[in-house]
C-alpha cells in the first residue's frame, strides 16, 4: 500500500498520506511520495485543483523520529520537506486545498499551511512540539511566523503548546472549521466554485498574490498587470466575455 495515494477525479487530484497505523508521520517514503504527487498535480494539464488530507485519525504528526534518529535529516533522492514547501509555495500556481482531518503537527503543518485554503474539523489541533523533543523547527519559525502575529506565534512555538481548530480560525490560519463528518463536503463546496471559474484566470490570481508578497506596490502592479495582459486573448477570457453578453454560464477549457 503507498504511503501517499493519488487519484484524478473531474479534474481534482486527491493527496492522501497514508499512513494512518503512525498517525501519518512522515517517513522517506511518504517524502518522496508527497514529491511525486506535487509535481503530477503541478505537471498534470488534466488536473485544475489539489485537494491534500491524511488517512485515518490525523493528518500527519510530523516527521517519523524513529526514522529520524537513525538515519538523520529527512531528505532523498528528491528534497527535504523545506524544499517542498519552497516547491508547493513557487512551484503550483494551481490552488491547494487542505482537508484537516486530525491532528495536525511540525512538518505535517508545514504541508498543511503550504495550500492556498485549509478547511479543519473540530476536533483538529495544530502544534509545533520539537522544543519538547530537543530540536528546532522550520516550518514554524518561516511559515507560521508569517501567518500569524509575532508573539502568538513564538508563544506556540516556545512552548509547544497546541492549539484547537477554534483558535487557529481565530488567528486566521485556517479558512473554516466544520464537524468531522462535513470536513470533505465542505472541501468540495470549495473546490466546486474554484473549478466553476476559468483555471488560467484562477492560477493568475493565486500567481500574482503569491509573488506579490513583502514586495514594494510599484512590483506588485508590475507582477500583477503582466500577468492581467498575458490572459487577455485566451480562449477561456473570450468565453467569459461572450459568455456575460449572451447571459449564460460559461464553459472554461483552461486555454
Known sequence: MPQV??????????ITMNRP????????EMLQGLWDAFTNLRDDDQVWLGIVTGAGKAFSVGHDLMEMR???KMADTTGSTDELYLFMATQITKPIIAAVNGICLAQGAGVALGA?????????QFGWPQA???????????????RIPIGKALEIL??????????????????HVVPPSELMSKTMEIAT???ANAPLAVRGMKA???????????????????????????????EGLTAFLEKRDSVFRGN
Open 158 to 175: 516556545l512552548t509547544g503548546d497546541f492549539i484547537t481548530a477554534t483558535e487557529a480560525l481565530e488567528l486566521g490560519l485556517i479558512n
Open 193 to 195: 466554485k474554484i473549478l
Open 5 to 14: 495515494e493519488y487519484e484524478v477525479r473531474d479534474r481534482v487530484a486527491y
Open 21 to 28: 497505523e503512525k498517525l501519518n508521520a512522515m517517513s522517506h
Open 132 to 146: 519538547k523533543r530537543g530540536i528546532s523547527s522550520i516550518s514554524g519559525p518561516v511559515i507560521l511566523g508569517q
Open 116 to 124: 492556498d485554503i485549509r478547511v479543519a474539523s473540530e476536533t483538529v
Open 208 to 238: 500574482a498574490t503569491l509573488r506579490g508578497m513583502d514586495k514594494p506596490l510599484t512590483e506588485r502592479l508590475e507582477i500583477a498587470t503582466q500577468i492581467y495582459d498575458g490572459l487577455q486573448d485566451t480562449a477561456d477570457a473570450k
Open 70 to 72: 537513525t538515519s538523520g
